[in-house]
């Protein structure tokens, strides 16, 4: 309950760098992070941008094995505090801390490669299009050939947008599809719908050539 209501104070607060109003469903994030379950036995370098509060890194953790590291990009001074105290003190995420680093800083500015998984918890129909193309691209580029990158969408914003928003929403939902379509016809995409989230969500996720 305290971390929906930190989100929903940085929702009120931050819009520009939270985007949604609550976090992401357990049944989300387990669809957000189902490709981790594939693994041969090699230690694992897993990258998530936008980890809020938490809720799909709660997710990502038990596939975590000893060597494996995990590094969080988050713009949200407030989350990336919020997060760095769960890793001290929460039961779900501490066993994970010294596998963990937390960057206060944009996923573009990433200063590392070859990652094996890519997580993306940014509802990207809520942001300009510019910024999900370089979103997008700098966690495509820091993955290995072969890794997966997953990321969701609000199920059916499309087309409520273009019935009942504002013509800058409706432009700016329509751009930003423009942008995510690109990507799956260059690189494939498989998708989940998960309805037991608010709002109903689809879980993509791409591998890497």
């Not at 520009?16 to 981790?36: I, M, N």
């Not at 801390?97 to 918890?121: K, M, N, P």
């Not at 979103?135 to 199920?155: D, H, K, N, Q, V």
Request: proline share 7%; hydrophobic share 40%.
């Amino acid at each position: 309950m305290r971390g929906r209501l930190k989100f929903l104070w940085q929702f009120l607060t931050a819009y520009r760098t939270t985007g949604a109003l609550t976090p992401s469903s357990r049944r989300l994030a387990e669809a957000l992070v189902r490709p981790l379950s594939a693994r041969d036995g090699q230690p694992i370098r897993v990258l998530e941008a936008g980890p809020g509060t938490g809720a799909v890194t709660e997710a990502i953790v038990p596939h975590l094995r000893a060597g494996d590291r995990l590094t969080l990009y988050e713009v949200n001074p407030a989350f990336a505090e919020h997060l760095r105290r769960r890793f001290e003190s929460d039961p779900r995420l501490a066993p994970a801390r010294d596998r963990v680093r937390i960057v206060e800083d944009t996923v573009e500015r990433c200063d590392e490669r070859d990652y094996d998984h890519a997580v993306c918890g940014i509802p990207f129909t809520n942001f300009p299009a510019d910024l999900v193309r370089r979103i997008l691209g700098a966690m495509w580029e820091r993955l290995r050939p072969g890794g997966t990158l997953s990321y969701f969408e609000y199920w059916g914003l499309r087309r409520v947008a273009g019935i009942a928003a504002r013509r800058e929403t409706r432009e700016r939902v329509r751009e930003v599809a423009r942008v995510t379509d690109d990507f799956h016809r260059r690189f494939g995409a498989q998708r989940e719908i998960v309805v037991w989230n608010m709002p109903p969500a689809v879980a993509h996720t791409l591998r890497k050539p």
